[in-house]
């Protein structure tokens, strides 16, 4: 796989998604991990957890997969691929009155969010069945859902806390 | 325009918004890009910057860039970046409100990675499985979770996301032609719905 056709997917892949968060994350595990083993799951899982605890704009684990993959060169060339697109939004703004108003789209792209919304689902699941190998994964994993679901702790304390109890717990069930 | 600038004096155009030099519209946007919580986060620091405190955008004018943000297919806040950018400081300032945008995440992000590489060739790879891992994953499922939140309800959006679930996950389907597929169905049927609740507000199939 070249450094080219790595940027050509993942800008390809953020074109037909919206929004930002996990919603590439169906569309990278078919194709790099699946289709093309050139990452595992475990550096995707990876990468999405850095994103979700680094500031800034979610959909950053792009970033860390091009530096997995091609080093700095492919950090910079993913990150341009995600960042590109927004260019779409100057057209747009002087296209304002017209697309306001515009049902096709409006509808398109709710078909789209809520076909991703299924799709994120069908990945969760297919993730989770590879991850929650033993007891001590679903621990981690219930105890960092309700850190971060019911508590709204911050991602990184969760991330630090979850981490720090899977260290400790690991050893002292041994 | 320009004509008044000129006349009012240095203290007045800084309340403008044709104002906001190139050095201030990068700083906005590194502060924007060092706002944790995503999307949202961001979204705070560039209203506190741009509409409270600098009153250089109405609330009505950010709320509606906002939304056409979230028609263009990529981030929604590298679209704001790229509109407010332009806006603030032409072709130019898209620029420098992107580098702004991603420059923390970007090299956070690369430290962390590397931290990866290292961690690969130690012990504590082993550890992964109990420890990030599992959290990347509960992760994952809360932003699912929240970004479902609209569709878990008895509604057509409900059944898409269904039949884009089983497709994808019993049939093994692909997720981009999946994607494509359910943005040319949502012209369909959110269509009909739209008409059918207009024309016909008994139609069965529209109830709620």
Same mark, same amino acid.
């Given at each position: ?46 990468? @999405? ?20 993959? @091609? ?49 994120? @689902? ?27 679901? @019911? ?24 | ?43 705070? &620091?560039?209203?506190?910057?741009? &509409? ?18 979230? &028609? ?22 898209? &620029? ?113």
């Amino acid at each position: 796989m070249m450094l080219l056709e790595l940027t050509w997917l993942i800008f390809l892949f953020n074109l037909i998604t919206f929004g930002n968060g996990p919603t590439m994350i169906p569309l990278l595990q078919q194709s790099l991990v699946n289709e093309r083993g050139v990452l595992t799951l475990d550096q995707l899982l990876y990468a @999405f957890a850095i994103a979700r605890v680094t500031p800034g704009p979610a959909n950053v684990y792009v970033t860390s997969i091009g530096y997995m993959l @091609f080093g700095i060169g492919g950090a910079v060339a993913t990150t341009l691929a995600i960042t590109f697109p927004g260019y779409l939004m100057l057209p747009l703004l002087r296209g304002y009155d017209h697309l306001k108003n515009s049902k096709v789209i409006k509808n398109f792209t709710r078909g789209l969010t809520t076909t991703s919304v299924g799709l994120i @689902f069908a990945t969760t699941v297919s993730i989770a069945d590879k991850t929650l190998v033993n007891l001590l994964a679903w621990i981690i994993f219930g105890f960092t859902f309700v850190l971060s679901y @019911f508590l709204k702790w911050n991602q990184i304390v969760c991330l630090l806390v979850a981490s720090a109890a899977g260290f400790i717990l690991n050893f002292w069930l041994k | 325009m320009t004509e008044n600038k000129n006349k009012d004096g240095d203290k007045h155009i800084t309340k403008s918004a044709q104002s906001i030099g190139y050095w201030q519209l990068f700083m906005i946007f590194v502060k924007a890009g060092c706002a944790f919580g995503g999307g949202l986060g961001i979204l705070a &620091v560039l209203e506190d910057e741009l &509409v409270t405190r600098r009153q250089a955008l109405s609330k009505e004018e950010f709320l509606a860039t906002y939304a056409l943000g979230r &028609v263009v297919p990529s981030g929604t806040m590298t679209a704001l970046a790229v509109a407010y950018g332009f806006q603030f400081g032409g072709w130019f300032g898209t &620029v420098l409100a992107l580098t702004g945008l991603i420059l923390p995440a970007f090299g956070l992000t690369i430290g962390l990675t590397i931290a990866y590489s290292f961690l690969k060739n130690s012990e504590f790879i082993q550890l992964l499985p109990v420890t990030v891992l599992p959290a990347a994953l509960a992760f994952i499922v809360v932003a699912a979770i929240r970004l479902g939140k609209d569709v878990f309800r008895p509604s057509l959006d409900f059944v898409l996301a269904a039949a884009a679930f089983g497709g994808a996950f019993f049939f093994n389907f692909n997720p981009a032609i999946l994607l494509v597929l359910g943005g040319v169905t949502g012209i369909f049927i959110f269509g009909r719905e739209n008409k059918e609740n207009k024309v016909e507000p008994k139609q069965e199939g529209t109830a709620k």
